[in-house]
């Protein structure tokens, strides 16, 4: 079955650069789309169809995906922006979510 | 404005067996794929099970095959998940989530989600 790997944690400083990676074979012949989810709510779609932001989603939230590997991009990381994140793609009639990443902003 | 409105969810005894339903309002609900995903306590997200617009098309997650069920009524705007054989392991909060794009499309992504209700199998 696919599998898609996402680092458990990263860190970022308040205003700076986050990056959250998801791998998967050829993820790039994919679309990958991103969820954020914070402490007892709901996910929230930020990315669709690789690079794609949601109305409503700040323009700081940007997204990519090549080869193997989709990238999410944080640009002026707030302290709001501190959540879990996971990945998602859609393979062979199934929907298949990364283990997730918990986004730290200290 | 769309709206996802899990229910259903409860405690249960291993074996038993449960059914949630997902009432939808704010847009035309035959024409999107929606879908289940469930999250155990602490842990992360899992897929459940999709199904197509029309509802000629389901799909299920290897650790739910056989024992769930899903089907949605256009007349009630209503999605709905039927679980069997209810093991430990099945715990979680469950949330329908409405697919992105109309159909035909495949359910590549979801825009909109509910806020879920905890199934809790335990004897």
């Known amino acids: 079955s696919y599998e898609l790997t996402q680092p458990p944690s990263v860190s970022v400083s308040p205003g700076q650069t986050a990056s959250i990676t998801c791998s998967g074979d050829?993820?790039?012949?994919?679309?990958a789309s991103w969820y954020q989810q914070k402490p007892g709510q709901s996910p929230v779609l930020v990315i669709y169809?690789?690079?794609k932001r949601p109305s409503g989603i700040p323009e700081r939230f940007s997204g990519s995906n090549s080869g193997n590997t989709a990238t999410l991009t944080i640009s002026g990381t707030q302290a709001l922006d501190e959540a879990d994140y996971y990945c998602?793609?859609?393979?062979?009639?199934?929907?298949?979510f990364g283990g997730g990443t918990k986004l730290t902003v200290l | 404005e769309v709206q996802l409105v899990e229910s259903g969810g409860g405690l249960v005894q291993p074996g038993g067996s449960l059914r949630l339903s997902c009432a939808a309002s704010g847009f035309t609900f035959s024409s999107y794929a929606m879908t289940w995903v469930r999250q155990a306590p602490g842990k992360g997200l899992e897929w459940v099970s999709a199904i197509s617009g029309s509802g000629g098309s389901t799909y299920f997650a290897d650790s739910v095959k056989g024992r769930f069920t899903i089907s949605r009524d256009s007349s009630k705007n209503t999605l709905y998940l039927q679980m069997n054989s209810l093991r430990a392991e099945d715990t979680a909060v469950y949330y329908c989530?409405?697919?992105?794009?109309?159909?035909?499309?495949?359910?590549?992504?979801?825009?909109?989600w509910g806020q879920g209700t905890l199934v809790t199998v335990s004897s």
């Open positions: 998602q793609a859609w393979d062979s009639s199934t929907v298949v």
């Open positions: 169809q690789d690079s």
């Open positions: 050829k993820l790039g012949d994919k679309y």
């Open positions: 989530a409405k697919g992105g794009v109309e159909v035909p499309a495949a359910p590549i992504y979801f825009d909109y």
